[in-house]
């Protein structure tokens, strides 16, 4: 069986209302995580005396120091060369993928577009230059919801870390809640967007609930009438920008086009010159 496992949508244009929203504040700072504790054995330096006879400037040879496990230089090439190819694919104009997890035998790519016929080109490139057949998970999204993948491939361009999202599920029934967590380095500052079916971008910030080493989320979404009617069962995109200060163009409280707003972010990354990373998470609502 092929290994692209697209997300099949029951309807492909959605005409009315997007998901029903409180209308959100400002962008809100995500908490530092704890920092890790250190290891005093590992942290420790060891100490030699002088062999009898020798002065204490004199050089003495150790056997059998211990030292650290590191990735061999070519696997960590390789993940670099992997990483690269994913990130720098043309799959055409509304198409987005990126590596998760990868061994010198399985590798994990996830991709959001409006079909699947680039993913599967993807595949086989992929497993022609690399020998291996990659897993390809495909979320197919609506048009209007298209600037998402722009926006995460100019971001993927910049070294930061991506922040780390995590949704409590992947498929909501109409009127229930969404819930996630949200990681990301010390220092900090995260803006968190809802792109609906309709490509309407909603601030989340003013709904996450800061603790000492993550953010979370619990909000309730809906479907507007005439699609829940239907039984409609549509795509959202949860996304997450992190840099090192607050985005002025990610402060807004009304519903806004993705089309126009992130655009206007990236204008303004772009003029700070400073990291920022993204990354986006999906689910289908309804049904």
């Given at each position: 069986?092929?290994?692209?496992?697209?997300e099949?949508?029951?309807?492909?244009?959605?005409d009315q209302?997007?998901?029903?929203?409180?209308?959100p504040?400002?962008?809100?700072?995500?908490?530092?995580?704890?920092?890790?504790q250190?290891?005093?054995?590992?942290?420790?330096?060891?100490?030699?005396?002088?062999?009898?006879g020798?002065?204490p400037?004199?050089?003495?040879?150790?056997l059998?120091?211990?030292?650290?496990?590191?990735p061999?230089?070519?696997?960590?090439?390789?993940?670099?060369?992997?990483?690269s190819?994913?990130?720098?694919?043309n799959?055409?104009?509304?198409?987005?993928a990126?590596?998760?997890?990868?061994?010198?035998?399985?590798v994990?790519?996830?991709g959001?577009?409006?079909?699947?016929?680039p993913?599967?080109?993807?595949?086989?490139?992929?497993?022609?230059?690399?020998?291996?057949?990659?897993?390809?998970?495909?979320?197919?999204?609506?048009?209007?919801?298209?600037?998402?993948?722009?926006?995460?491939?100019?971001?993927?361009?910049?070294?930061?870390?991506?922040?780390?999202?995590?949704?409590?599920?992947?498929?909501?029934?109409?009127?229930?809640?969404i819930?996630g967590k949200?990681?990301?380095?010390?220092g900090?500052?995260?803006?968190?967007?809802?792109?609906?079916?309709?490509?309407?971008?909603?601030?989340?910030?003013?709904?996450?609930?800061?603790?000492?080493?993550?953010?979370?989320?619990?909000?309730?979404?809906?479907?507007?009438?005439?699609?829940?009617?239907?039984?409609?069962?549509?795509?959202?995109?949860?996304?997450?920008?992190?840099?090192p200060?607050?985005i002025?163009?990610?402060?807004?409280?009304?519903?806004?086009?993705?089309?126009?707003?992130l655009?206007r972010i990236l204008?303004?990354?772009?003029?700070?010159?400073?990291?920022?990373s993204?990354?986006?998470?999906?689910?289908?609502?309804?049904g």
């Amino acid at each position: 069986p092929p290994a692209v496992q697209p997300e099949i949508m029951e309807s492909r244009k959605p005409d009315q209302p997007a998901s029903q929203q409180t209308q959100p504040k400002a962008a809100a700072r995500v908490p530092e995580p704890a920092a890790s504790q250190t290891d005093d054995a590992g942290a420790k330096r060891q100490r030699y005396e002088p062999a009898p006879g020798k002065q204490p400037g004199e050089a003495t040879v150790a056997l059998n120091v211990p030292r650290p496990d590191l990735p061999p230089k070519n696997a960590l090439d390789h993940a670099a060369q992997r990483v690269s190819w994913v990130r720098d694919f043309n799959g055409g104009d509304c198409f987005y993928a990126t590596l998760t997890s990868a061994t010198e035998a399985a590798v994990a790519i996830e991709g959001l577009g409006t079909e699947v016929q680039p993913f599967e080109r993807m595949l086989s490139d992929f497993q022609a230059r690399f020998r291996v057949e990659p897993d390809i998970s495909v979320r197919l999204i609506e048009p209007a919801q298209c600037e998402v993948t722009n926006f995460l491939r100019f971001l993927d361009q910049m070294p930061a870390d991506k922040p780390q999202l995590v949704l409590d599920r992947t498929t909501v029934p109409s009127g229930s809640p969404i819930g996630g967590k949200l990681v990301t380095h010390g220092g900090l500052i995260s803006s968190v967007l809802l792109i609906d079916h309709r490509g309407m971008a909603f601030s989340l910030d003013d709904r996450i609930l800061a603790e000492a080493d993550k953010a979370t989320f619990n909000i309730p979404i809906d479907l507007g009438a005439a699609d829940k009617a239907a039984g409609k069962v549509v795509p959202q995109i949860i996304m997450v920008i992190t840099g090192p200060q607050d985005i002025q163009a990610a402060a807004f409280s009304a519903p806004t086009p993705a089309a126009l707003l992130l655009p206007r972010i990236l204008d303004e990354i772009d003029a700070n010159r400073a990291e920022f990373s993204a990354t986006a998470k999906y689910f289908r609502l309804g049904g």
